[in-house]
């Protein structure tokens, strides 16, 4: 199963830290989610990102970045 995912973060001292993420129903929702999570004033950036794997059995692949908005940590920005 793929599961697309937006997640905002939020400037602290010293960098930056997740919000809360929403799980959506495809690429291109988990994408618009991400940019309007960026567009709130209290989010410093946002990504969109699928990932598959089997919740049951607690194994996932690696993330995949969709997109990103604003600031987000370099591990999720695109290479």
Same mark, same amino acid.
């Given at each position: ?23 959506? !129903?495809?690429?291109? @929702?988990?994408? #618009? =989610? ?9 989010? !410093?950036?946002?990504? @969109?990102?699928? #990932? =598959? ?9 690696? !993330? ?16």
């Amino acid at each position: 199963m793929i599961y697309y995912v937006a997640l905002p973060f939020q400037k602290i001292e010293g960098g930056l830290t997740p919000g809360q993420a929403m799980e959506c !129903a495809h690429e291109g @929702a988990a994408i #618009r =989610r991400a940019y309007a999570m960026s567009c709130d004033r209290a989010n !410093a950036g946002a990504v @969109a990102f699928s #990932r =598959r794997g089997d919740p049951n059995l607690g194994e996932f692949d690696e !993330a995949v970045i969709l997109k990103t908005f604003g600031e987000v940590p370099e591990d999720f920005c695109h290479s």
